[in-house]
């Protein structure tokens, strides 16, 4: 799975011009704690979010980084939290 996923990461990556070194385990694991402690639809919306976030900070793996930080950080204080209920 790892080749397949590198691959398929650095075929969108060229298709949409993109040069930045992923940090695939960490949002992986941003958007697992998402999908954990909010809702599983929210873990793509959210990763959506964080890259646009880091475009408005200017960019870059520096941006990526702290954006997936802060919202992995948010989402991990929801534990105890009721979990939302579904529309």
């Known amino acids: 799975m790892e080749r397949t996923l590198n691959d398929w ?3 969108v990556s060229a298709e949409l011009g993109i040069e930045l070194d992923v940090d695939v ?3 992986l694991d941003m958007t697992r ?11 793509p919306l959210t ?22 930080k802060r919202v ?4 991990e204080r929801r534990t105890g939290e009721a979990p939302p209920e579904r529309a």
Request: hydrophobic share 60%; glycine share 12%; net charge negative.
């Open 72 to 75: 992995a950080e948010l989402a």
């Open 33 to 43: 704690v998402v999908a954990h402690q909010v809702a599983r639809p929210a873990a």
């Open 47 to 68: 990763a959506f979010l964080v890259g646009y976030a880091a475009a408005q900070q200017g960019g870059g793996a520096a941006a990526v980084a702290q954006a997936n």
């Open 25 to 27: 385990p960490g949002l």
């Open 9 to 11: 990461i650095a075929e």
